[in-house]
């Protein structure tokens, strides 16, 4: 099972077997600043990642400009004291900055997409010509949009967070009726910033095999160690917050990586999937100049020609030139074929 998106560096296969594809998530880091934001693109292509995430949505799309109960955020430091509008109004991307964004990185040679939040943010994404749609969190409830997003035909990659299995299939389903070619999930956990005691990162490989999907992890824990460990669960996919300082602070910073933490990532994950590797009991090349210290059978005592081979001129010792240690007792009372030097491994010409 793969995905296949067009980047700009040509066709790119996601899933079981093929590199990991790494996105960074630029979210609300550009603080309202369009140089940090394409400074944001600068760092996201020196680290290595495969494609940069924004999101497409204004706070009158999200939500409504009211201050009753309702409205009030009440969880996260970053966030609680204030309204749903007001913290939107403040971590939108401007829709203006988009296309040109997209722009900046793909002369980069890489990717941009992004999370539509309503269908007027589909139909400004097309206009884009964006290559695949990101399904947030918080989203996979909204069936009209997720008909809409399918309608495009495009691949999804979708987050799972606050999302039960049932929900999940339907989301699921709702999608591929309206005609999405492919989709993957990612585990995830909406909590900013998550623990990992809360991660439970053995969803992923049961999520393949429960939703018949590539899989991956988008993370919003402190640190690389969750999404690198996601790797060895089958982890197709990491997407990470990312930002210039959590210093300069913003409501995604306090959960995003500075730029030499993604580097870091980047380099982490594609050094786990090379220890990944396949099975194998051979030994590898470099593993076999050690053995040195294994241990063999060797003359331990000059031996003459005619002599029996003994305890007392044959040890089990290092290194590991001679006959194998499993032939000891079937080699003593055997003789030898020539005069033998102590310190020379036993081999099958040097007994009758």
């Given at each position: 099972m793969?995905?296949?998106?067009?980047?700009?560096?040509?066709?790119?296969?996601?899933?079981?077997?093929?590199?990991?594809?790494?996105?960074?998530?630029?979210?609300?880091?550009?603080?309202?600043?369009?140089?940090k934001a394409l400074k944001l693109v600068d760092i996201a292509v020196e680290a290595g990642v495969d494609a940069i995430k924004i999101q497409t949505y204004t706070a009158d799309t999200l939500t409504l400009d009211c201050d009753n109960e309702y409205f009030q955020i009440r969880v996260n430091d970053a966030w609680s004291g204030q309204t749903l509008h007001q913290l939107y109004q403040k971590a939108y991307t401007p829709w203006e900055w988009q296309p040109k964004l997209k722009e900046y990185a793909e002369s980069k040679g890489v990717m941009l997409f992004s999370s539509p939040f309503d269908e007027t943010a589909v139909d400004f994404l097309e206009k884009m010509k964006v290559q695949i749609y990101?399904?947030?969190?918080?989203?996979?409830?909204?069936i009209p949009l997720l008909k809409y997003i399918g309608r495009t035909g495009k691949p999804v990659i979708m987050s799972r967070g606050l999302t039960p299995l049932s929900e999940l299939e339907l989301a699921i389903t709702t999608l591929k009726e309206a005609g999405c070619p492919q989709i993957a999930v990612l585990h995830c956990v909406s909590s900013y910033p998550a623990k990992p005691e809360e991660m439970n990162l053995r969803t992923i490989p049961d999520m393949a095999q429960k939703l018949d999907v590539i899989t991956g992890l988008s993370d919003h824990t402190l640190g690389i160690t969750v999404p690198v460990a996601s790797v060895a669960l089958g982890a197709s996919i990491i997407e990470k917050h990312y930002t210039l300082s959590r210093a300069e602070g913003g409501p995604d910073a306090a959960f995003s990586l500075e730029p030499d933490e993604l580097k870091q990532l980047v380099r982490a994950v594609r050094n786990a999937e090379k220890a990944l590797g396949k099975p194998s009991y051979d030994v590898g090349e470099k593993e076999s100049e050690n053995f040195v210290f294994r241990r063999s059978i060797f003359v331990s005592k000059d031996i003459n020609k005619g002599e029996e081979l003994t305890q007392e001129n044959l040890r089990v010792i290092r290194p590991g030139q001679g006959m194998h240690p499993q032939h000891y007792e079937g080699v003593l009372g055997k003789k030898a074929t020539k005069n033998i030097k102590k310190g020379t491994p036993l081999n099958e010409e040097l007994f009758e």
């Open positions: 793969e995905m296949k998106v067009k980047t700009p560096k040509g066709d790119r296969l996601i899933g079981l077997g093929h590199p990991v594809f790494i996105i960074a998530e630029m979210s609300a880091n550009h603080l309202g600043n369009y140089q990101k399904i947030a969190s918080f989203e996979t409830g909204h």
